[in-house]
């Protein structure tokens, strides 16, 4: 089978053998994954969790070829898709529910031995979910993607009517523009230095858009809001989009983080503690996030014909990743098999 792995500098498309599944896993033929912002990040060098090299691929959609002998819930010629946090089940986190913080994570397609850009890949069973009928697969390839704003917007509590700063309009300023919308935001102001994301950001539902490189961009969010931001979700992390969003949500705000840092960043911790300011992170999702985002698909709150605009088939990764690092697109797709 063929199989990718992002070296330093090169993304190569290379022979693998097929692998088997154990008892309590399935092997999965994909069929479509998309490129991350967090493949980006890991092909530059600039991911703190997956060195190099790695195989990518956790937007996963694919059909189950085979099951091990433990497996019940799932059957040959099955579509599924990937849950791709792979928890311990047993630490503090994994005990109390929030095993998306399990405190021996992996993650397929991260760092892991294996990843979703390949003809064939095996997975725990439990990772997977059945992809309903009514979702074509592009459509199926944003429910983990739009699972990670589901679940910020779920940390970030009643988000109805309140007044919200999106600081970023790449695919997860976007997602979470249009989760917000859903979830009944108020007015939602919309941050990012490229034009042409800007206007994206404003067809879908944006009420302002403003240039992230001028000069007091907090100042204009204020104003564009008619005060403070109540929430802001920083999709960029880092240091100017950390300074940016902590004045917008001076005071009494909440600060969530969305975005991958590279590195850390510093805040001003006297203004967060006496103007009571909540920075919070936010990490990937949970199953039910999984089953609020399938809800939004099938309704049409997003569409894939907003999000994808571009696709590419295994051969040419290296042009997927290149496509969707120059700015342009909202998400990339790569075709791998037919169903």
């Given amino acids: 089978m063929r199989r990718v792995i992002v070296y330093p500098g090169r993304i190569a498309v290379e022979a693998a053998d097929i692998p088997a599944p154990g008892p309590d896993e399935a092997l999965v033929r994909t069929i479509v994954t998309g490129v991350c912002g967090s ?8 991911h703190p969790f997956v060195p190099l090299p790695y195989r990518p691929g956790h937007e996963v959609v694919g059909i ?3 099951v091990g002998s433990a497996v019940g819930a799932y059957a040959p010629g099955q579509r599924v898709i990937v849950e791709p946090d792979l928890p311990c089940w047993a630490c503090k986190m994994c005990t109390s529910g ?7 994570l992996q993650f397929f397609g991260c760092g892991y031995a294996q990843g979703g850009m390949a003809d064939y890949f095996t997975l725990a069973a439990n990772r997977l979910h059945a992809v309903p009928d009514a979702l074509d697969d592009q459509t199926a390839a944003l429910i983990e993607p739009l699972s990670t704003p589901v679940h910020a917007v779920r940390l970030a509590g009643d988000v109805a009517g309140r007044a919200i700063a999106i600081l970023g309009a790449g695919t997860i300023g976007l997602f979470t523009l ?3 919308r859903a979830h009944g935001a108020g007015k939602i102001v919309t941050t990012d ?4 994301k800007r206007e994206r950001a404003a067809a879908l539902g944006a009420d302002m ?3 992230a490189g001028t000069p007091d961009v907090a100042g204009q969010v204020r104003e564009a809001l008619g005060g403070s931001a109540d929430i802001v979700f920083d999709c960029v992390a880092i240091q100017s989009s950390m300074d940016q969003a902590i004045a917008m949500a001076d005071k009494g705000g909440t600060v969530m983080v969305i975005g991958v840092p590279a590195r850390d960043v510093t805040v001003p911790l006297p203004m967060v503690q006496d103007h009571q300011i909540r920075i919070q992170g936010s990490a990937t999702y949970l199953p039910g996030d999984y089953g609020e985002s399938i809800g939004l698909l099938r309704r049409g709150a997003v569409r894939a014909a907003d999000f994808v605009t571009a696709t590419r088939p295994l051969d040419q990764v290296a042009e997927a990743f290149e496509l969707a690092s120059s700015g342009q697109h909202v998400k990339v797709l790569v075709t791998v098999g037919e169903r």
Avoid: F, K, S
């Fill in 209 to 211: 858009t403003i240039d």
């Fill in 39 to 46: 493949d980006l990040h890991a092909a530059h060098g600039r």
């Fill in 98 to 104: 929030r095993e998306n913080l399990c405190e021996n």
């Fill in 178 to 180: 249009a989760v917000l």
């Fill in 64 to 66: 189950i070829e085979a």
């Fill in 193 to 196: 230095p490229l034009p042409a």
